[in-house]
């Protein structure tokens, strides 16, 4: 798997130079971090749907698009899978394969601020 994302993430590199009228993914790319970050949680959502639903096949589907919108987002935040990879391989060594780290442990400094989307909202007529 690891060598399908380095791959994906590679394409994606490609794609960000490409004429946005022929590349999704460079129209995605240019349509900045808000757009791909929602994008990134549609499809998160959706896995969770296929899931709640008992739809394994349909799971497949979304998580090979969730990852693909999330491997868009690294490109633009400029981080690599295998910083990733190697963040994963320093929570198995402190805490096991399975194991999230815990709350408790995070080095922030405050909790992060939730923030909007989208800057303008539209309102719906009744």
């Known amino acids: ?19 946005p009228a022929k590349s999704r993914t460079a129209r995605l790319l240019r349509a900045g971090r808000a757009k791909m970050a929602k994008k990134l949680a549609e499809e998160a959502v959706e896995v969770v749907i296929d899931a709640m639903h008992g739809q394994p096949e349909a799971v497949v589907r979304e ?7 999330l491997v868009v987002l690294w490109v633009h935040a400029g981080v690599h899978p295998d910083d990733v990879w190697a963040e994963m391989q320093r ?4 805490f096991g394969i399975a194991e999230k780290v815990p709350k408790d442990l ?19 007529r009744r």
Not at 63 to 69: E, G, Q
Not at 91 to 94: K, Y
Not at 106 to 124: D, I, N
């Open 1 to 19: 798997m690891v060598d399908s994302v380095a791959r994906l993430y590679q394409a994606v590199i490609v794609a960000r130079d490409a004429d």
């Open 63 to 69: 998580s090979a698009d969730l990852l693909y919108n």
């Open 91 to 94: 929570r198995e060594q402190m």
């Open 106 to 124: 995070v080095q922030s400094p405050s909790r992060r601020k939730v923030v909007a989307l989208e800057s303008r909202r539209v309102r719906k």
